[in-house]
């Protein structure tokens, strides 16, 4: 009997170590931190009443991590400290409406795009001489930091077009310079700037054509192929499942 006792309390004990390695497993998984900068709607953005960040980017990393298994964090940031903070290795994934070029595939590495956008002027809604690129000579315009309207905007000025260039760090802050009058024109994303223009009617407009075509992508630190591959498998399968449209259908109209 007390033979029989020894082995039961070993078998239980057995069984508790196991348990308690499994339930240790499960608790050691690791976080992913996407870091975003909230001020780009439909892309990223906070919701008025909880606080949340929301947005399409949001949402699709998200269905992009529960289909691959993934754990995530959203971190907010400033958008031109994304790029270090990745390479730094502070976050882990960029979801942030952030345009593929060749400068930043030299820094980071991106996933497949996920959406073709383009950069175009905004002007206030009452402003009628302006109508395109040819007229910003001699204009103030404004931009946000790190971003490829900023890039635009300086090669125009470097043109000997636009005269002088206000750069902000939020896309919330440049749109509130345009309607109070300190700046003439912005050059931004056009999605992002037809949310704006759909949250004040009337304050704001798009003039001329886009100026150039962008395609976004989720971008990881150099060379971590693990991660990339998940996040482009995972991508593959909200397109083919249906899921890309109803998020796409969430946020645009």
């Given at each position: 009997?007390?033979?029989?006792?020894?082995?039961?309390?070993?078998?239980?004990?057995?069984?508790?170590?196991?348990?308690?390695?499994?339930?240790?497993?499960?608790?050691?998984?690791?976080?992913?931190?996407?870091?975003?900068?909230?001020?780009?709607?439909?892309?990223?953005?906070?919701?008025?009443?909880?606080?949340?960040i929301i947005g399409f980017d949001i949402d699709l990393i998200k269905a992009i991590a529960e289909?691959?298994?993934?754990?995530?964090?959203?971190?907010?940031?400033?958008?031109?400290?994304?790029?270090?903070?990745?390479?730094?290795?502070?976050?882990?994934?960029?979801?942030?409406?952030?345009?593929?070029?060749?400068?930043?595939?030299?820094?980071?590495?991106?996933?497949?795009?996920?959406?073709?956008?383009?950069?175009?002027?905004?002007?206030?809604?009452?402003?009628?001489?302006?109508?395109?690129?040819?007229?910003?000579?001699?204009?103030?315009?404004?931009?946000?930091?790190?971003?490829?309207?900023?890039?635009?905007?300086?090669?125009?000025?470097?043109?000997?077009?636009?005269?002088?260039?206000?750069?902000?760090?939020?896309?919330?802050?440049?749109?509130?310079?345009?309607?109070?009058?300190?700046?003439?024109?912005?050059?931004?994303?056009?999605?992002?700037?037809?949310?704006?223009?759909?949250?004040?009617?009337?304050?704001?407009?798009?003039?001329?054509?886009?100026?150039?075509?962008?395609?976004?992508?989720?971008?990881?630190?150099?060379?971590?192929?693990?991660?990339?591959?998940?996040?482009?498998?995972?991508?593959?399968?909200?397109?083919?499942?249906?899921?890309?449209?109803?998020?796409?259908?969430?946020?645009?109209?």
């Amino acid at each position: 009997m007390k033979k029989f006792l020894k082995l039961s309390l070993v078998a239980l004990l057995m069984i508790a170590l196991v348990s308690f390695a499994g339930c240790a497993k499960k608790e050691e998984q690791k976080v992913y931190k996407v870091g975003t900068e909230p001020t780009f709607p439909p892309f990223e953005m906070t919701d008025e009443k909880t606080g949340e960040i929301i947005g399409f980017d949001i949402d699709l990393i998200k269905a992009i991590a529960e289909d691959q298994g993934l754990k995530i964090e959203i971190v907010n940031l400033g958008f031109d400290g994304l790029i270090p903070a990745v390479q730094s290795g502070n976050i882990d994934i960029v979801a942030s409406g952030m345009s593929i070029t060749e400068d930043r595939q030299k820094e980071v590495d991106f996933s497949e795009a996920y959406i073709d956008a383009g950069l175009a002027i905004a002007v206030a809604g009452n402003n009628e001489g302006i109508k395109g690129k040819d007229d910003l000579q001699g204009k103030t315009v404004a931009v946000q930091i790190g971003t490829t309207g900023a890039n635009k905007a300086q090669e125009l000025k470097d043109a000997g077009i636009i005269k002088e260039i206000k750069t902000f760090n939020t896309v919330d802050v440049v749109m509130l310079e345009l309607i109070n009058g300190g700046v003439e024109a912005v050059i931004n994303d056009k999605p992002v700037t037809e949310a704006f223009i759909a949250k004040q009617p009337g304050k704001i407009k798009i003039v001329g054509e886009v100026l150039e075509s962008d395609s976004y992508g989720f971008a990881v630190k150099k060379d971590n192929k693990e991660l990339l591959d998940k996040i482009n498998a995972g991508l593959k399968k909200a397109i083919e499942s249906g899921k890309y449209a109803e998020i796409q259908k969430t946020y645009f109209n």
